[in-house]
């Protein structure tokens, strides 16, 4: 041991070099024991602030995540208000269902061009033969005009040809 090259070669040991290497010894341990227990809390220490700036940076990003959960939840929200729900979709639906049905049966009374083009050709035959009898009547009604004025002419003539005759007879002729 150390303690024992400071003790003379002389001399054998008594209480009092024992208890002085004792104390020696002892107090050596301390320090020892100081030393390592002072590394020991420095170096927990250094852990502690380490596993504080840890736990600081795992919070801060913990905490951002969070911040975007909320934001993203909080845009889902808005897209679900502006979302139908199901009872209003099956409402709605329901309604163009029944239009869709109306405008399906109103189709069935449509005529198609075949039978619009066999109507309309009546309808243009029809329209002919009307226009012929009002020509044919405004015709003859224009021909007995002038047959009715012909017989006015005449009967006009008729008239001054008896009233010269008349007259003829009343001075003297007669």
Do not use: C
């Not at 100081?34 to 170096?43: G, N, S």
């Not at 009898?133 to 015709?139: L, T, V």
């Amino acid at each position: 041991m150390e303690n024992e090259a400071e003790m003379p070669e002389n001399q054998g040991w008594t209480v009092e070099s024992l208890q002085v290497t004792m104390d020696q010894q002892i107090a050596g341990l301390e320090r020892e024991l100081d030393q390592r227990f002072t590394a020991l809390k420095t170096d927990l220490e250094h852990q502690f602030e380490a596993a504080q700036r840890a736990g600081s940076a795992a919070m801060a990003a913990t905490n951002e995540r969070l911040a975007g959960m909320n934001e993203f939840r909080d845009a889902l929200k808005d897209s679900q208000a502006n979302n139908v729900s199901r009872d209003e979709y099956i409402s709605g639906l329901s309604g163009l269902q029944a239009q869709i049905t109306t405008l399906g049966e109103q189709q069935r009374s449509f005529l198609t061009r075949g039978e619009y083009a066999a109507g309309h050709s009546s309808l243009d035959e029809k329209i002919t033969a009307l226009t012929d009898r009002m020509n044919k009547s405004e015709g003859l009604l224009a021909g007995g005009a002038m047959t009715r004025g012909n017989m006015f002419a005449a009967l006009a003539a008729l008239g001054v040809v008896i009233g010269i005759v008349v007259t003829l007879f009343k001075w003297g002729l007669g």
